[in-house]
């Protein structure tokens, strides 16, 4: 199952494109995206996938069709890959959906070079990419955004009313943002737990 992705977590080291361009390859859906990607992660091992956009996705990873097309269509794939966690950052294209299915083509073509007999190129190809904070990890921040909270619903509220306020894109403080993330990554799976 697919982590809760929303809103978009870009890594901060990787520089952000100033224009968006049309993408050249053909219309794909946001569902249509999502479901390929998905599969060619699943393929070369993957596990842990969050996909981070600014649309919000519903329980089982796919986002709501009724939504209009973010501002910021940029997208960061997050997964788990022998142990080592990966990101895959695109925000060349203008439309979400196009820049999830550039991820795929990159990774399906990563995977390519392992078909091909090429493994030590794949190695060397996902060296250097950097994740979200393991869920595992322990936060070092003292606000616990979560402390005392103990229904998911009531968590979700204050993640995305703190999400909206924290944003880096909005005036707020990027590493605030990214410790308020993890810690709802923590909260979420304490939830799962518990049930």
């Known amino acids: 199952m697919i982590n809760e992705g929303y809103p978009l977590q870009f890594p901060n080291n990787w520089k952000r494109t100033i224009k968006t361009e049309r993408a050249r390859f ?18 070369l091992g993957g596990k842990n996938l969050v996909i981070s956009t600014n649309l919000l996705l519903k329980i089982n990873g796919f986002a709501y069709s009724s939504q209009s097309p973010p501002e910021d ?24 959906e196009h820049n999830i299915w550039a991820i795929y083509k990159s990774i399906e073509a990563i995977r390519g070079l392992d078909r091909w007999g090429a493994k030590d190129m794949v190695e060397s190809a996902f060296k250097g990419f950097q994740a979200l904070p393991s869920p595992g990890q322990e936060t070092k921040s003292n606000v616990r955004y979560f402390r005392g909270i103990n229904s998911f619903g009531e ?37 799962e737990e518990k049930q």
């Open 26 to 43: 053909g219309n794909h859906s946001v569902f249509q995206a999502i479901y390929m990607l998905r599969n060619e992660i699943e393929k």
């Open 73 to 96: 269509s940029g997208v960061a794939v997050y997964f788990m890959l022998k142990d080592k966690e990966q990101c895959f950052p695109c925000d060349r294209w203008n439309r979400v």
């Open 155 to 191: 968590g979700k509220a204050i993640f995305r009313n703190l999400a909206i306020e924290l944003h880096p894109d909005k005036g707020g403080n990027a590493d605030e943002f990214m410790e308020l993330n993890k810690q709802f990554v923590q909260f979420k799976q304490s939830m």
